[in-house]
């Protein structure tokens, strides 16, 4: 009766990549698997890239035409090189020349100015709407709840889920801080009630950015929901799951797959459905000239500084694994060699291409921190330091779904842990050293972070904060000039003994 199509978490990645995770891992564990990362990027080539994610939508929808619905999870308008210097607009204007028909905005939307991110808002030409979004003075909902759509016969209702914990997560400056989020069981049954009396749909998407895991347990407690659209933590789901009578999903990130949908929808219920992962593969795929004309014209302005060249990499520089990677050992160990503290901090974000061994243009570095962030530097006791960690342990491996916040675990140098993630929260940690040195509760430690905000929690009791001023991206980028051949492996600063 109708296909639903659907992207998450793009980050805006207009230009194909190298992105895939590498295979064959030991679950949440960290061992390297460099050989065959690179081996499977020779074979498939660069994946995504908007022109081909285009192409493959225009695609899906002459299968099925006029029954079809092309929905857009978010983390969609940050995350990329491009959006370090254009902030997005490059990227809303590709969605309009494919023609989204709604959209979620996820955490990293809410990373820009208020002004800003209102901004893309009013130049999207399609629906951006969430349900848990409202303002802090009167709690009323800031965009559009939910939109309604006729595909042929079919009356579908569509609503948004933004981050439920953006609050927390989003940079301090940025749009989030004028706005309440929260996961909202009460207020989703409300709406879907209302909804049904009110519009008497058909059929009721759930566009969420609340990560699989979340979203999963969010249909089970909340009923009515045909159709849950997932995004936010990567999830490349090649079967999806059903659970209180809703069919859970999510594609993967960065336009390496766009998802199509299909349901057979009779008396208000799927009967049937069929989905499937559509993999974007350049080699396998002509790119859309319309939209390639637009991904020209965005990097135009920008193309010399992008394409400079800084310096090689001998080895692959890797972004996404659960518990540490090349790329985040890079970052913290140049910013702890930088700024001659103890330990350094750097989040583990899921989005950025990694980088083959060869050279290593400046737009690489942009995707890797697409961010003007500041290095903080800080003292912290070791008893702080200790309840730090096993707290960012516990957001990471939490039974509960909804009490996860944040990404994989926190990428740091200048520190070994041994942990046991079988034991209760706040006792995971079973060995630790820093510097080489045993460590101690009453000793005060140097840590230097960006992005982190640990300095502005009080839990954790951190003195003699001071923002150095310096930009984490520009350290990075001046380090790679200045050695002009880098290596990056995986070592033994972190083992978790459960996966050893």
């Not at 759509?149 to 940079?171: E, M």
């Not at 400079?308 to 001998?314: D, E």
């Not at 540490?324 to 050992?329: K, R």
Request: glycine letters at 8%; a positive charge; proline letters at 4%.
């Amino acid at each position: 009766s109708v296909r639903i199509i659907t992207t998450n978490d793009i980050h805006t990645y207009l230009k194909p990549l190298y992105y895939r995770y590498l295979d064959d891992i030991k679950p949440w564990g960290t061992v390297s698997r460099e050989g065959d990362y690179i081996n499977k990027a020779k074979i498939e080539g660069k994946i995504g890239g908007m022109a081909y994610v285009a192409t493959m939508i225009k695609k899906l929808r002459a299968e099925k035409p006029g029954k079809n619905l092309l929905l857009d999870a978010g983390d969609t308008w940050h995350g990329g090189g491009i959006s370090f210097l254009d902030k997005g607009v490059s990227m809303v204007k590709v969605m309009n020349a494919i023609g989204y028909d709604a959209m979620v905005p996820g955490n990293w939307e809410f990373f820009y100015n208020n002004d800003h991110f209102l901004d893309l808002i009013e130049s999207a030409k399609f629906p951006v709407i969430a349900f848990n979004l409202t303002d802090k003075d009167w709690e009323e909902p800031v965009l559009d709840q939910y939109i309604i759509r006729k595909i042929g016969k079919l009356k579908i209702a569509v609503i948004g889920f933004t981050y439920p914990w953006t609050a927390l997560t989003s940079a301090a400056t940025g749009a989030a801080k004028m706005y309440n989020f929260g996961i909202k069981e009460d207020a989703a049954r409300e709406l879907l009630s209302e909804i049904r009396k009110k519009e008497d749909p058909d059929l009721v998407i759930l566009i969420s950015h609340g990560g699989f895991g979340l979203d999963q347990k969010f249909a089970k407690r909340v009923n009515g929901i045909d159709v849950l659209l997932s995004g936010h933590t990567h999830d490349e789901v090649a079967d999806p799951v059903v659970w209180n009578n809703t069919i859970v999903f999510q594609g993967g990130a960065h336009g390496k797959y766009v998802v199509s949908l299909d349901l057979d929808v009779k008396n208000k219920k799927v009967v049937d459905f069929e989905y499937r992962l559509n993999k974007v593969m350049q080699k396998r795929i002509k790119p859309d000239p319309k939209v390639s004309k637009l991904i020209e014209q965005a990097y135009r302005p920008h193309k010399s500084e992008l394409s400079k060249k800084i310096g090689k990499s001998g080895s692959l520089l890797h972004r996404r694994d659960f518990w540490q990677s090349t790329l985040g050992n890079l970052i913290t160990d140049v910013m702890r060699e930088t700024h001659r503290t103890d330990i350094a901090f750097f989040p583990a974000w899921r989005f950025g291409a990694s980088l083959l061994p060869g050279e290593i243009t400046k737009e690489d570095i942009y995707n890797i921190i697409p961010t003007q962030g500041h290095v903080f530097t800080f003292s912290m006791r070791g008893k702080e330091l200790r309840n730090l960690l096993e707290n960012i342990i516990s957001s990471v491996v939490n039974k509960d779904p909804y009490t996860r916040v944040g990404g994989d675990m926190i990428r740091f140098s200048g520190m070994k842990l041994i942990c046991d993630i079988t034991k209760p929260t706040g006792k995971r940690i079973i060995k630790m050293s820093v510097g080489g040195k045993e460590f101690s509760e009453d000793t005060v430690y140097r840590i230097s972070s960006a992005h982190s905000r640990f300095q502005n929690n009080p839990l954790f009791g951190a003195t003699h904060v001071k923002d150095t001023g310096k930009k984490i991206v520009e350290e990075l980028i001046n380090y790679i000039e200045r050695e002009a051949n880098i290596t990056s492996s995986l070592d033994d600063r972190i083992k978790v003994l459960a996966f050893e």
